[in-house]
């Protein structure tokens, strides 16, 4: 494995262990679109730290982004604060806002600093290949400090994560605890414009979360579960980027990133559709069961075991909170019990006769 390949895998790793890690702070407050909106507003902030030092610089241009994106979500805030704007609405007004700005401060740059300015357009859609070890170094660290706040304030970011309102109560300062979550998944975004791209990034920082809270409903490991989905996609991805020229590594990051994703909504055992559909028919198998057997007890009860049983007898032996009605229907359907209008329920002579 040659020297620049290692250099990419591990930024790709990194991105997706920080930005998958600290994306949890958005998808946990079902505020997912927040990583788009800043992803997207960090583009004026790139393009000005650009024209206004004169630098390409990674870390100047990261900290514009930062700025950007920081004062995009303040704003937002602030119309949720002032206005009767709903969060959705105000996220994209921000969105199309400071993208649009964004461009437009591009398309500007691109004539008036000449080929000074060549490279920018790389953070719209990411360029891997770019990487160098300072940018590793500054991953790294911004990473560290981040994880390093997070667990400074692990109480207090679960508190306010689920139940703002306790919190509140609690006397925690929710309003500075909020703004340290917006710093937090700023410095997860900006991180990785590099590597990823102001389009794709909101993707690095939702499916490594939505994927691992399929498997998890404790945050602790739904973070950490995060950031080796990440990790572990960030890797492959630059890995397969490298087995063919122009393969871009962001989108395939993106695209791992969102197979795991679905798998994950496919086959995880808390939440996974696949055993969801398993566990309803198990339940809709031992409730068809139960009716059956009521229905069998009353015939051995009955002086005549083909007397019709109407279905509130049936109800009130299984209780209220099973669909009786529904599940002789269902059996009906099978042959396994016969309804007789304005009378009621009774087996079958075949069902009648199994045990």
């Known amino acids: 494995m040659d020297f620049t390949l290692r250099i990419v895998m591990t930024g790709a790793a990194l991105l997706g262990l920080i930005s998958g890690s600290l994306g949890t702070l958005a998808v946990l407050r079902r505020q997912g ?12 902030g790139i393009v000005l730290a650009f024209l206004l030092s004169g630098s390409k610089a990674p870390v100047v241009l990261q900290l514009g982004a930062a700025v950007s994106g920081t004062l995009a979500l303040l704003w937002v805030q602030a119309i949720l604060r002032t206005t009767r704007v709903r969060f959705d609405a105000a996220l994209g007004m921000a969105l199309a806002v400071f993208f649009g700005l964004g461009v437009v401060l591009l398309s500007a740059a691109q004539h008036t600093a000449g ?4 490279g920018l357009d790389r953070f719209l859609f990411g360029q891997a290949a770019t990487l160098l070890r300072e940018d590793l170094i ?3 660290a911004a990473g560290i400090l981040a994880f390093a706040l997070v667990l400074a304030f692990w109480k207090e970011i679960q508190l306010v994560l689920f139940d703002e309102a306790y919190a509140a109560t609690l006397g925690l300062p929710v ?25 794709l990034m909101s ?13 998890s409903s404790r945050y602790g490991r739904v973070l950490l579960l995060a950031g080796l989905f990440g990790l572990l996609s960030g890797a492959l991805g630059a890995w397969i980027s490298s087995l063919a020229p122009r393969l871009p590594t962001g989108p395939l990051i993106v695209l791992l990133l ?9 086959v995880a055992p808390a939440r996974g559709l696949l055993w969801q559909y398993v566990r309803r028919r198990r339940a809709r198998e031992t409730a068809r069961q139960a009716v059956m057997a009521v229905l069998q007890e009353l015939a ?4 005549d075991a083909a007397h019709p049983h109407p279905t509130a007898t049936i109800q009130a032996a299984l209780g209220a909170d ?15 019990v016969r309804h007789t209008p304005d009378q009621g329920w009774q087996l079958t002579e075949r069902s009648s006769h199994t045990p």
């Open 33 to 44: 679109l927040i990583g788009d909106a800043v992803a997207h507003a960090a583009l004026p």
């Open 115 to 118: 080929a000074a300015q060549a």
């Open 138 to 140: 500054v991953m790294a």
């Open 175 to 199: 309003r500075r605890l909020q703004t340290l979550l917006i710093v937090l998944l700023v410095v997860a975004i900006v991180i990785g414009l590099q590597t990823v791209g102001v389009v």
């Open 203 to 215: 993707a690095v920082i939702v499916a490594p979360a939505a994927a691992a809270r399929q498997w």
């Open 258 to 266: 969102t197979a795991l994703a679905l798998l994950s909504v496919l």
């Open 300 to 303: 051995h009860r009955h002086p």
């Open 322 to 336: 099973v669909p009786v009605e529904a599940i002789l229907r269902d059996l009906e359907r099978r042959g396994k």
